[in-house]
């Protein structure tokens, strides 16, 4: 009785942590994506020559707002343009 309660344990034990894999997939390719997004704005951040006096933490939040959608112009406004 006690070696099958163990094996009926284990089963439920596989079954769950089989669940929870499957439902991490689309968090996965979601934050590979994000990281994808956040490289490759970087790159594009360091290569714009009026971004050159931004610090590094200013460039990582712009990124940022960039990647989780929070900029609508397609030009930056700094301090100068205005």
Same mark, same amino acid.
Not at 2 to 7: P, T
Not at 39 to 44: G, H, Q, R
């Given at each position: 009785m006690? =070696? /099958?309660?163990?094996?009926a344990f284990f089963?439920?034990?596989?079954?769950?942590v089989?669940?929870?894999a499957i439902e991490l997939v689309?968090?996965?390719r979601q934050a590979a994506y994000w990281n994808r997004c956040l =490289? /490759?704005?970087?790159?594009?951040i360091n290569e714009t020559p009026d971004l050159n006096g931004w610090s590094d933490k200013a460039k990582d939040s712009l990124a940022v707002?960039?990647?989780n959608g929070a900029v609508?112009?397609?030009?930056l406004k700094t301090d100068e343009s205005r």
């Open positions: 006690g =070696d /099958s309660l163990q094996k089963g439920v034990i596989a079954l769950g089989s669940c929870i689309p968090v996965s =490289d /490759s704005t970087l790159v594009w707002g960039v990647c609508y112009e397609p030009k």
